[in-house]
C-alpha cells in the first residue's frame, strides 16, 4: 500500500478558494490511520469540494518531511490561504483542526 | 506496502543515537513546543523524526501496532501463495520459502542464487523472457507470469509469479520481493472442462435435430452443426440465426407468419425459462429446398449453473415419424388418461377400430395454442380429459371466451363442415390427453364412416348453442352469474371441484376487466360457494354454483345431457 495520495477536489478552480493542506504520516500506524480518517470526516463534512489534500507518508519521504519542519507524526499543516497552521495529534479535536483550517462559526 | 523501519530487525538503526547535540537539541524542541509535547502526552503520537536524517523514531504503541499489522500482512500472503521469495539486486533469488506440494521448481534450494529465467520453464519464448527482462530492468511490479514446468514424474506443472520491487531508504533499488502459486490443478481442470466441452459440441454436431442453446436474455450461445447448415439455407422463423443472434427478439419481430406463430413461440420459450412450462412444444410446417416439411420446436430448460438457459431443438416430424420417434411418451399419454371422448365413444366398434388407426395421443399443457385465428387446420383433436377454450379475438389485444371444449366435443369441428382455417384461437385451458388426427386423413375418414359425421353435426350444433347462449349471455347477465356459469361448466369438463386459474385468465375468458373478475369472485366466495388463494380455486357448493350461474348454463348442460342419452 503506498500512502501518496493526492486528493484533488478543486474541480472548479476560482469559484471558490482552494485550502491546500498536508498530512504527515507514519506508514500505517494507528493514530495516523485515524488522523487520515478524521480529517477526511472534516474535509467531506465544511471543504466539499474546494480542498487539495496531500499525504505523505514519512516512511517514504523523510528528507521532506525533515524540510518542511516535522517534528512528529501525525501533523497536519495548512499551506495555503495563508495564514499557515499546523495541528499535531490524530486530529480527533475537531475545534483545533477547525480553527486551523480558518473554519468559521463551526462550533460542533 | 510502506515498511516503517522501525520495525524491521534493524531496529537500532531509527531509534539510534546520531550524535549527542542533534537528539538534545530534539528534545529541547520537543519540550518548547507545547502542542507537539501535549499531543505525545496524549498518546496520539506515531514517531518522532530524527532531526538530522528525518528517520523515524516510533513510539513503542506504534511500533506494537505496526509489528502486528505486519505479521497479520505476512499470514495473509501465506493465505493467498504458496511460496514467497526475494531477489537481490541481480535478479538473483536469495530466499524462497512456502509450502511443500512436491512442485519441485519454488521448493528446491537449488533456485537460490539463480534467476527466473534460469529455471527450467518450457512456455516461454525468448521473446517473452527478453519482454520480463526489460520489464525487471525498469524495476516494474509484474503480476502473475505464467510458467510451466514438469516435475521429476513428468508431470506437468503450472505457476504464476508475481514480483515487485524493494528499495532502500534513499530510493535505491535493492531487489524483487514476491509470490508464486502452483495452479496446476486449475490449469488441468480447465483443460478437462474445455475437452468435455468438445465432446458434448462433437455429440450434438453428430444429431439430426437442429439444436441450439440459449441463454437466459435469449441470445444463442451455441448451434450444433444441422443448426448451422439448415440457417445457412432457410428464412424460417428462429431459424435462420447464427450464434450471438437474440432468438426471443427474432420470434417476437416475426409475429405471426402464415403458419408459424413467431410471438406463440416467444411466449413459450420465457414460460420454459420461467419455469412455468417443461417443456414447450410448437409445430409448424417450413419449405425446404426437398418440400414442405412439418418440424416440432422443443425448448427445454437447462439444468447448469452456467449462463445456459434454455436447450432449442428442432426436429422434423410427421404423424407417423414422430409416432416412431416418441413411442414411449405417447406410451406413457395411453396409459396416464385413457382416451374417454364421448364422441369417439359413442362410434360403433368397428367403425372406432378403423378410425383409432389413424388416431395419435397427444398430451396437452396448459397455455398451448392448437390454433390461431386464420390458421390453416392441421389437426383435429377429440379431447380426453383436458379442456380447450375457443377464443375470439378483438382488436388484436381483447380475447372473449365463446366456447369451451372438453371431452364431450372435438377441436377443429369447422373442418368437418368443409372450412379448413380456423375462425378462434383453441387455448389449451386444462392440462391433459387428447387424441388428434391429421387433417387430410380426417376429411377421408369423415366420408367413409356416416356415423362419424352424425356425431360430429350434432356436436356441432350443440357448439351452436353454445355460442349463441354465451353471446347472449355476455351482453345480458352479469359477471358474477357468469363466472359462476363458467366455473360450473369448467367443472363438468374436467371433473374436479379444484382447479388453478388466474384472474387475469379468467378476465379473457369472460371479456371483462379483472377487477371486475375479483368482484365477481369474492361475491361468490361471500356465499361461501368457492373458495381462492393465489389462483387455484375451489368449489365447495356445487349446487348452489350452479343455481347462482345463468339459465344459460342449465340450457347448455341440459343439451348436452340429453344428447348422451
Same mark, same amino acid.
Given at each position: 500500500?503506498?500512502?501518496?495520495?493526492?486528493?484533488?477536489?478543486?474541480?472548479?478552480?476560482?469559484?471558490?478558494?482552494?485550502?491546500?493542506?498536508?498530512?504527515?504520516?507514519?506508514?500505517?500506524?494507528?493514530?495516523?490511520?485515524?488522523?487520515?480518517?478524521?480529517?477526511?470526516?472534516?474535509?467531506?463534512?465544511?471543504?466539499?469540494?474546494?480542498?487539495?489534500?496531500?499525504?505523505?507518508?514519512?516512511?517514504?519521504?523523510?528528507?521532506?518531511?525533515?524540510?518542511?519542519?516535522?517534528?512528529?507524526?501525525?501533523?497536519?499543516?495548512?499551506?495555503?490561504?495563508?495564514?499557515?497552521?499546523?495541528?499535531?495529534?490524530?486530529?480527533?479535536?475537531?475545534?483545533?483542526?477547525?480553527?486551523?483550517?480558518?473554519?468559521?462559526?463551526?462550533?460542533? | 506496502?510502506?515498511?516503517?523501519?522501525?520495525?524491521?530487525?534493524?531496529?537500532?538503526?531509527?531509534?539510534?543515537?546520531?550524535?549527542?547535540?542533534?537528539?538534545?537539541?530534539?528534545?529541547?524542541?520537543?519540550?518548547?513546543?507545547?502542542?507537539?509535547?501535549?499531543?505525545?502526552?496524549?498518546?496520539?503520537?506515531?514517531?518522532?523524526?530524527?532531526?538530522?536524517?528525518?528517520?523515524?523514531?516510533?513510539?513503542?504503541?506504534?511500533?506494537?501496532?505496526?509489528?502486528?499489522?505486519?505479521?497479520?500482512?505476512?499470514?495473509?500472503?501465506?493465505?493467498?501463495?504458496?511460496?514467497?521469495?526475494?531477489?537481490?539486486?541481480?535478479?538473483?533469488?536469495?530466499?524462497?520459502?512456502?509450502?511443500?506440494?512436491?512442485?519441485?521448481?519454488?521448493?528446491?534450494?537449488?533456485?537460490?542464487?539463480?534467476?527466473?529465467?534460469?529455471?527450467?520453464?518450457?512456455?516461454?519464448?525468448?521473446?517473452?523472457?527478453?519482454?520480463?527482462?526489460?520489464?525487471?530492468?525498469?524495476?516494474?511490479?509484474?503480476?502473475?507470469?505464467?510458467?510451466?514446468?514438469?516435475? +521429476?514424474?513428468?508431470?506437468?506443472?503450472?505457476?504464476?509469479?508475481?514480483?515487485?520491487?524493494?528499495?532502500?531508504?534513499?530510493?535505491?533499488?535493492?531487489?524483487?520481493?514476491?509470490?508464486?502459486?502452483?495452479?496446476?490443478?486449475?490449469?488441468?481442470?480447465?483443460?478437462?472442462?474445455?475437452?468435455?466441452?468438445?465432446?458434448?459440441?462433437?455429440?450434438?454436431?453428430?444429431?439430426?435435430?437442429?439444436?441450439?442453446?440459449?441463454?437466459?436474455?435469449?441470445?444463442?450461445?451455441?448451434?450444433?452443426?444441422?443448426?448451422?447448415?439448415?440457417?445457412?439455407?432457410?428464412?424460417?422463423?428462429?431459424?435462420?440465426?447464427?450464434?450471438?443472434?437474440?432468438?426471443?427478439?427474432?420470434?417476437?419481430?416475426?409475429?405471426?407468419?402464415?403458419?408459424?406463430?413467431?410471438?406463440?413461440?416467444?411466449?413459450?420459450?420465457?414460460?420454459?425459462?420461467?419455469?412455468?412450462?417443461?417443456?414447450?412444444?410448437?409445430?409448424?410446417?417450413?419449405?425446404?429446398?426437398?418440400?414442405?416439411?412439418?418440424?416440432?420446436?422443443?425448448?427445454?430448460?437447462?439444468?447448469?449453473?452456467?449462463?445456459?438457459?434454455?436447450?432449442?431443438?428442432? %426436429?422434423?416430424?410427421?404423424?407417423?415419424?414422430?409416432?416412431?420417434?416418441?413411442?414411449?411418451?405417447?406410451?406413457?399419454?395411453?396409459?396416464?388418461?385413457?382416451?374417454?371422448?364421448?364422441?369417439?365413444?359413442?362410434?360403433?366398434? %368397428?367403425?372406432?377400430?378403423?378410425?383409432?388407426?389413424?388416431?395419435?395421443?397427444?398430451?396437452?399443457?396448459?397455455?398451448?395454442?392448437?390454433?390461431?385465428?386464420?390458421?390453416?387446420?392441421?389437426?383435429?383433436?377429440?379431447?380426453?380429459?383436458?379442456?380447450?377454450?375457443?377464443?375470439?379475438?378483438?382488436?388484436?389485444?381483447?380475447?372473449?371466451?365463446?366456447?369451451?371444449?372438453?371431452?364431450?366435443?372435438?377441436?377443429?369441428?369447422?373442418?368437418?363442415?368443409?372450412?379448413?382455417?380456423?375462425?378462434?384461437?383453441?387455448?389449451?385451458?386444462?392440462?391433459?390427453?387428447?387424441?388428434?388426427?391429421?387433417?387430410?386423413?380426417?376429411?377421408?375418414?369423415?366420408?367413409?364412416?356416416?356415423?362419424?359425421?352424425?356425431?360430429?353435426?350434432?356436436?356441432?350444433?350443440?357448439?351452436?348453442?353454445?355460442?349463441?347462449?354465451?353471446?347472449?349471455?355476455?351482453?345480458?347477465?352479469?359477471?358474477?352469474?357468469?363466472?359462476?356459469?363458467?366455473?360450473?361448466?369448467?367443472? +363438468?369438463?374436467?371433473?374436479?371441484?379444484?382447479?388453478?386459474?388466474?384472474?387475469?385468465?379468467?378476465?379473457?375468458?369472460?371479456?371483462?376487466?379483472?377487477?371486475?373478475?375479483?368482484?365477481?369472485?369474492?361475491?361468490?366466495?361471500?356465499?361461501?360457494?368457492?373458495?381462492?388463494?393465489?389462483?387455484?380455486?375451489?368449489?365447495?357448493?356445487?349446487?348452489?354454483?350452479?343455481?347462482?350461474?345463468?339459465?344459460?348454463?342449465?340450457?347448455?348442460?341440459?343439451?348436452?345431457?340429453?344428447?348422451?342419452?
Amino acid at each position: 500500500m503506498r500512502r501518496k495520495l493526492v486528493r484533488d477536489k478543486a474541480s472548479r478552480p476560482g469559484v471558490e478558494t482552494v485550502v491546500v493542506i498536508r498530512l504527515y504520516v507514519s506508514g500505517n500506524a494507528p493514530n495516523s490511520m485515524r488522523a487520515i480518517a478524521n480529517l477526511e470526516a472534516i474535509c467531506r463534512e465544511y471543504l466539499k469540494d474546494t480542498y487539495k489534500l496531500e499525504i505523505v507518508d514519512v516512511f517514504e519521504q523523510p528528507i521532506r518531511a525533515l524540510a518542511d519542519g516535522v517534528l512528529v507524526t501525525p501533523s497536519l499543516a495548512k499551506v495555503s490561504p495563508a495564514p499557515a497552521a499546523s495541528v499535531v495529534g490524530n486530529l480527533s479535536d475537531r475545534s483545533s483542526v477547525l480553527l486551523a483550517l480558518g473554519i468559521e462559526g463551526a462550533s460542533r | 506496502m510502506s515498511s516503517p523501519p522501525g520495525v524491521r530487525a534493524s531496529n537500532a538503526q531509527h531509534s539510534g543515537m546520531h550524535g549527542a547535540p542533534a537528539f538534545e537539541d530534539l528534545i529541547r524542541r520537543l519540550i518548547d513546543a507545547p502542542s507537539e509535547r501535549q499531543a505525545i502526552e496524549s498518546g496520539q503520537v506515531d514517531a518522532i523524526l530524527d532531526p538530522l536524517t528525518g528517520r523515524s523514531i516510533l513510539l513503542p504503541e506504534a511500533q506494537e501496532a505496526l509489528r502486528e499489522s505486519q505479521a497479520r500482512d505476512h499470514s495473509l500472503v501465506k493465505l493467498s501463495c504458496d511460496w514467497q521469495w526475494e531477489k537481490d539486486k541481480d535478479y538473483r533469488f536469495t530466499s524462497c520459502e512456502g509450502a511443500r506440494i512436491g512442485s519441485w521448481v519454488f521448493e528446491d534450494k537449488a533456485i537460490i542464487g539463480k534467476r527466473l529465467w534460469d529455471l527450467p520453464f518450457d512456455n516461454m519464448s525468448q521473446g517473452d523472457w527478453r519482454t520480463h527482462r526489460s520489464e525487471v530492468k525498469r524495476h516494474a511490479a509484474y503480476r502473475d507470469l505464467e510458467l510451466r514446468s514438469h516435475d +521429476d514424474a513428468g508431470a506437468v506443472r503450472f505457476f504464476t509469479v508475481s514480483g515487485e520491487p524493494i528499495f532502500d531508504n534513499r530510493g535505491n533499488f535493492k531487489g524483487y520481493r514476491g509470490t508464486a502459486r502452483d495452479i496446476s490443478s486449475l490449469r488441468l481442470a480447465e483443460a478437462a472442462s474445455q475437452r468435455s466441452h468438445g465432446i458434448v459440441r462433437s455429440a450434438l454436431d453428430a444429431l439430426r435435430a437442429q439444436i441450439c442453446v440459449l441463454d437466459s436474455t435469449g441470445t444463442v450461445l451455441y448451434s450444433n452443426a444441422a443448426w448451422r447448415a439448415f440457417a445457412a439455407t432457410q428464412d424460417c422463423t428462429g431459424i435462420g440465426l447464427s450464434e450471438g443472434n437474440n432468438y426471443l427478439a427474432v420470434c417476437d419481430n416475426a409475429g405471426a407468419h402464415e403458419r408459424v406463430n413467431g410471438s406463440a413461440i416467444a411466449a413459450g420459450i420465457r414460460q420454459v425459462m420461467a419455469g412455468q412450462r417443461e417443456p414447450f412444444r410448437y409445430e409448424y410446417g417450413c419449405n425446404t429446398p426437398t418440400g414442405r416439411c412439418e418440424f416440432m420446436l422443443t425448448a427445454t430448460r437447462f439444468a447448469g449453473d452456467g449462463s445456459a438457459s434454455v436447450v432449442i431443438s428442432h %426436429e422434423k416430424t410427421g404423424v407417423r415419424e414422430r409416432a416412431r420417434r416418441f413411442p414411449q411418451l405417447d406410451d406413457l399419454v395411453a396409459r396416464r388418461a385413457p382416451i374417454a371422448n364421448r364422441v369417439l365413444a359413442a362410434m360403433p366398434r %368397428e367403425e372406432y377400430r378403423r378410425l383409432s388407426a389413424e388416431l395419435e395421443p397427444v398430451s396437452l399443457t396448459f397455455g398451448d395454442v392448437l390454433y390461431e385465428p386464420g390458421d390453416p387446420i392441421r389437426y383435429i383433436y377429440f379431447p380426453g380429459d383436458c379442456l380447450i377454450s375457443l377464443l375470439t379475438q378483438v382488436e388484436d389485444r381483447m380475447a372473449l371466451e365463446v366456447g369451451l371444449v372438453g371431452s364431450e366435443g372435438m377441436v377443429g369441428i369447422q373442418l368437418a363442415l368443409g372450412v379448413g382455417t380456423s375462425s378462434v384461437r383453441a387455448l389449451v385451458q386444462g392440462p391433459g390427453a387428447a387424441m388428434r388426427m391429421e387433417a387430410g386423413r380426417f376429411q377421408l375418414e369423415l366420408k367413409q364412416c356416416p356415423s362419424l359425421q352424425r356425431e360430429l353435426y350434432r356436436y356441432a350444433h350443440q357448439l351452436m348453442v353454445q355460442f349463441t347462449q354465451t353471446a347472449a349471455c355476455n351482453r345480458f347477465h352479469v359477471v358474477e352469474a357468469r363466472l359462476a356459469r363458467w366455473l360450473s361448466m369448467t367443472r +363438468d369438463r374436467v371433473k374436479s371441484d379444484r382447479f388453478h386459474l388466474t384472474h387475469d385468465f379468467l378476465a379473457d375468458m369472460l371479456g371483462v376487466r379483472r377487477v371486475g373478475v375479483t368482484n365477481a369472485a369474492s361475491a361468490l366466495r361471500k356465499r361461501n360457494l368457492i373458495e381462492y388463494s393465489r389462483g387455484d380455486i375451489t368449489i365447495l357448493d356445487r349446487k348452489g354454483l350452479n343455481a347462482a350461474a345463468c339459465v344459460c348454463y342449465r340450457i347448455v348442460k341440459k343439451l348436452f345431457d340429453d344428447s348422451q342419452h
